[in-house]
């Protein structure tokens, strides 16, 4: 049904149009801000925050957490309560919990965060 | 890694953390204080050096990594990510005495070194205390020391630490012994083995006549009845009828004997018990209540939580007037068996919106009523929209605010505990500003009951429209349900991170692992309109459900049950549950 959504915006396609005229210096730094101009917008605009309890509340509720914390559970009553690190932990879910995230999610987001970068640019 | 001070579970400090304590005086997060950044009031503790500040990596100039650490030594800041590189690791071992960091969005310790979160009881007092208190305050507290006594100045007046008492197993006295032997009759023998042999039902399920609209205490008194920590008491003779109207010098027959309820309860479990299986007209009863409750006494309907609520009181009541027992803290349970099963203590959190202040007091409950969500719900797809088990789940709805499918209990738990804004017309006076300001109210379980009875508030009364109604709508609830996520301690947690708290006090043992899992046994359901309902409770017995409609008991399937419209629901302390089905022996 889906395809997967990415958060990193894409920089070429074959299937893009070609690029419009070459325009103003002011015009072209507002062009395909990079990964770090967004996150900064984001921090500083109190966005970031806003995204991230969204987030945390969603996660919850489709019961990722939860989810996560029985993987966590396991892996610490196989290794052993001393001897188990938040690096451990972080190291072993990421790539499951990253797998998992619904797609809608991913969508909602992402449909959040065009929409603060569209009513924001200059 | 970790010892208990106190019963409570305290981690120990790695090395790294030790010597960073040592070596830099009584202050070593004095720094950090100033860094802890609380927006807006009530939100989560982030370390910024300055409010507006973005972090970034030292090394490699990256800000949108998500573990970025602080170093608490020279405040610079490193990403960490294991597997690609860390560059707080490459700090850390560069420059010893660097192994300490912060989690510069959580505000939580690390050591570099050992790749772990470390905990401090100073530093997490200070977030605690910055989370709780105006985030722009300018006066410099001096150390620790202030910080400890303000935060320990918070616990709430009203609640006292629980005096323990020691095992002593009962043994009947003299009186008890006497009475014993008089008036009590054995429960199987060979005069009424037939009559328990001849059914399938289990032991004590005996119909209630319906004595005209009586259903309302009928349903009330089935689930009573099966309650296993009141059961256990009545069966075992801890409230003997005959002993304690000769305590209380009663006359029998006059106007001046005085009634206990607790009496007509054990009246009313000698009788169900018996053996014999004919329904059984609770009247003596219902003239009891009706003379503890004189404002309900009438033939019309009544309202099945009402009578229960009455009912505990009464069962209180009697006891209070005993001057021993109402020294007893609120909500302990040690004044009367009612309290004992269904007392639990709610904590409730009002926070100032404008500086942050929190005022927490306690009150003790009987049982939790609880609203149904204002908006209906989205239609179809219940079951696969609340599906925790998949991992390629998705969600059928996008929108933030918008609810899936039915309504639940633990969606209602959920709702319970939320922390809710309150209008600008409840302002609460704030003990900080000294006026009213708009507050942010929050509740949660501080101590679970050992029976936790769950009311749904299906009938509104509206004095302003007069009129009442009854909201119909479905709501699913679950047979087994864990307390643990809507405990003081989850709440706090999911407010200030993972800490170690200051005013833990006995914190740790309302939160005991064992004692969080509760398990349906009963369940009143209404059918009908308001003034013209019925009250049937289901009960569950071994994993068995059992309808008992008045003087009908009959054993149905699960499924009516979950379909059934839920009013109140009991849920008993797992442990309790369990044991009781091991007891079911004569089918």
Redesign the interface.
Known sequence: MSHSHKLVIKRSSMSRPPPPPPTTNKDQQHQNPS??EI??KL??SGEK?RLKE?LRE?LL???WI??MKALCRAFTRKKG??NV????L??VISP?GR??V????K??LLQRIRAFLASTAD | MSSKINGHVSPQPCPHLLVFRSRNGPKPFRALQDCIRVKPPGGRAAIRREPTEVPRCGTCEESSRSRLYACVACAAVFCHAPLLHSHASDHSLSIPGHEIAVDVDRAELFCCACGDQVYDRDFDAAVVLAQTVNATATTSTSGSTAMQCSVAGSQPENLRKRRRVDYRPWEPDSGEHISRGNQSIPLLDATNASLVSSTQQPWGFRGLNNLGNTCFMNSILQALLHTPPLRNYFLGDRHNRYYCQQKNGAINGTKNSRLCLACDMDALFSAVFSGDRTPYSPAKFLYSWWQHAANLASYEQQDAHEFFISMLEGIHEKVEKDKRKSQSPAGSGDCCIAHRVFSGILRSDVMCMVCGFTSTTYDPCVDISLDLEPNQGGSGKSSSAKSLNSFNFEADCMRPNQNCGISTLKGCLERFTRAEKLGSDQKLFCQKCQVRQESLKQMSIRKLPLVSCFHVKRFEHSSIRKMSRKVDRYLQFPFSLDMAPYLSSSILRSRFGNRIFPFDGDEQDASNDLSTEFELFAVVTHSGRLDAGHYVTYLRLSNQWYKCDDAWITQVNESIVRAAQGYMMFYVQKVLYYKESENQGTS
């Open positions: 990964l770090q996150n900064i921090i500083q925050e969204l969603r509720e489709c019961g939860d989810e309560r001393n690190t938040v690096d451990d972080v190291h499951k797998a998992s619904p797609n809608s999610m969508a909602e």
